[in-house]
């Protein structure tokens, strides 16, 4: 939510001409800042507003994992389905059946292979996803004025923490 930019520049300047006023007193800044200026008050509605926005996030969490639930389920009870079309082919000694919404047939499926120990598996039979390492790459470009060309340096962002009462 981008900040209304009037409010900004209102806050702003109420800072600067206090500022100096307050002569480094960080307590009394902070009062007048209160008193002279909409700043608790615009942050008591951004602060309401989060919170509406993480109660949301975390009802749309949990319906996330019901829904993941109830997807499975139904998933599985498609698959069933299809079982049972193939049963009923079988038993009627049909390989195919033609229905005004659908076709089904059935054919001898082959065996499947399971791996049972993911650890187990030969190096021959493994994928090797190569992955950066971050870590590494902070650690060794932090200060680094000039960047190889597939490294980039994102402007510094401000970390905003709210700790909650």
């Known amino acids: 939510m981008n900040a209304h930019p009037i409010k900004l520049a209102e806050i702003a300047r109420v800072a600067e ?5 307050c002569d480094e007193d960080d307590a009394l800044f902070h009062d007048m800042m209160e008193a002279e200026s909409d700043l608790f008050a615009i942050v008591s509605r951004l602060h309401a507003q989060i919170a509406r926005d993480e109660e949301m996030l975390t009802g749309i969490a949990e319906r996330v994992v019901n829904l993941a639930e109830r997807k ?18 079988r038993a009627a000694g049909l390989t195919k059946i033609e229905l005004p919404e659908a076709s089904y047939s059935v054919r001898d499926g082959k065996p499947k292979l399971e791996i049972v120990d993911p650890a187990a598996v030969p190096p021959e039979f493994q994928r090797m996803k190569p992955e950066p390492d971050k870590t590494k790459i902070n650690e060794a470009f932090e200060n680094v004025e000039a960047l190889p060309n597939w490294l980039i340096r994102d402007l510094p962002k401000d970390v905003v923490t709210a700790r909650k009462k």
């Open 17 to 21: 001409l206090l500022g100096p006023l």
């Open 72 to 89: 499975r389920r139904i998933a599985e009870r498609v698959i069933a389905t299809k079982a049972a079309v193939g049963q009923f082919l």
